[in-house]
């Protein structure tokens, strides 16, 4: 949790400096994330909705590729074609995202059933926020999985506003998670910034799933501190005294106070820890920032076996334009013929 908050922070400073080009943080939704995704097996799925890359990290997801992604450099193994802040792992079973809203949900569904009829014993951790629950992807995601009782569970991260939109105009429903009934499936009302319910929640959730019981719906009620990403200014939608009630539940505090009860965190451990982390984000920060730029031809690589001669036609007549009128990107050479 901690090292996603110190990784937030350094991200949304170089995205204000100009150095990437987009952030969405996760600030006051670490144990949403975190401990829900600490109850996943490895080989279990994670499908994301957008600020999960802290359950990558988690997960197994190196941090030189998490920083590489999001300069899109010659390290990214997106090549580029994603905008940053779009992570995928493949040694950790952590699919690409995408920025349109609730396409993940039927997508991991489907995945869920494959592994179902398979005989796998994988379950699918679906991610998605509250706005998510008005995309016609939550709707035909839920109905095919309760229908099949697909292994997989359905975690909505309510963070109070789908961009400007609060979670109270989002829906009638008593709650998000009543909404599984219409499923056939259980749903369950979690505090997000409880990272131990979190955990035990989702935990009792993918274990459901694996036994055959069918899908749930888990929503952990968190508040999301700062912008829907860095274009967004909330100031303009919600009041600066919600947004301090909320601080007053931060869950990184919250759950620092329980291990310090416990003894299982030290006086002056937190900081250390964090001077540490701080320490190792930078120093990677400083090796992708010196990393070359993609190369300019991955634009046509990997659609086919071979690069066919008419995507090698429009690439060298891009490289000839960029050497007449200039590019902010050197070129690196035209393909033969």
């Not at 949304?12 to 829900?36: H, M, P, Y």
């Not at 009638?172 to 009543?178: D, I, L, Q, T, V």
């Not at 501190?225 to 274009?231: A, K, N, Q, T, V």
Request: proline share 4%; glycine share 10%; charged share 20%.
């Amino acid at each position: 949790m901690l090292r996603l908050r110190c990784l937030d922070e350094r991200m949304l400073k170089l995205q204000r400096a100009g150095r990437v080009g987009f952030v969405g943080t996760a600030r006051g939704l670490e144990a949403a994330i975190c401990a829900s995704a600490a109850a996943l097996e490895p080989q279990d799925w994670l499908w994301s909705g957008l600020r999960e890359g802290g359950a990558a990290l988690l997960r197994g997801l190196p941090l030189a590729e998490y920083i590489a992604q999001m300069y899109c450099n010659s390290n990214d193994t997106a090549k580029g074609r994603q905008m940053c802040n779009h992570f995928q792992h493949k040694a950790s079973h952590y699919p690409s995202w995408s920025s349109v809203i609730g396409t993940q949900i039927p997508q991991g569904v489907g995945a869920a059933w494959a592994a179902k009829q398979r005989g796998s014993k994988e379950v699918h951790a679906i991610y998605f926020g509250d706005g998510a629950t008005s995309s016609n992807g939550f709707h035909s995601g839920l109905n095919f999985a309760g229908l099949w009782r697909a292994p997989c569970v359905f975690v909505c991260i309510d963070n109070g506003w789908a961009i400007s939109v609060p979670s109270a105009a989002q829906t009638a429903a008593k709650s998000f998670a009543a909404k599984a009934s219409a499923y056939g499936m259980s749903g369950v009302d979690v505090d997000g910034n409880d990272a131990v319910a979190c955990y035990g929640a989702t935990r009792a959730a993918i274990d459901a799933a694996r036994a055959g019981k069918g899908p749930t719906l888990v929503v952990l009620k968190s508040y999301r501190m700062l912008g829907h990403s860095s274009s967004d200014d909330p100031s303009k939608y919600r009041s600066q005294d919600e947004v301090d009630a909320w601080a007053r539940k931060d869950p990184i505090e919250r759950f620092a106070s329980q291990l310090e009860r416990s003894g299982a965190l030290k006086t002056g451990e937190r900081a250390a820890l964090e001077a540490r982390l701080f320490d190792e984000i930078d120093a990677e920060i400083h090796r992708q920032e010196a990393a070359p730029p993609m190369a300019l031809r991955t634009l046509v690589e990997d659609v086919y076996a071979e690069v066919p001669r008419h995507l090698r036609l429009q690439y060298n007549a891009f490289i000839e334009v960029a050497q007449r009128l200039g590019h902010a990107q050197k070129g690196d050479g035209a393909f033969p013929l």
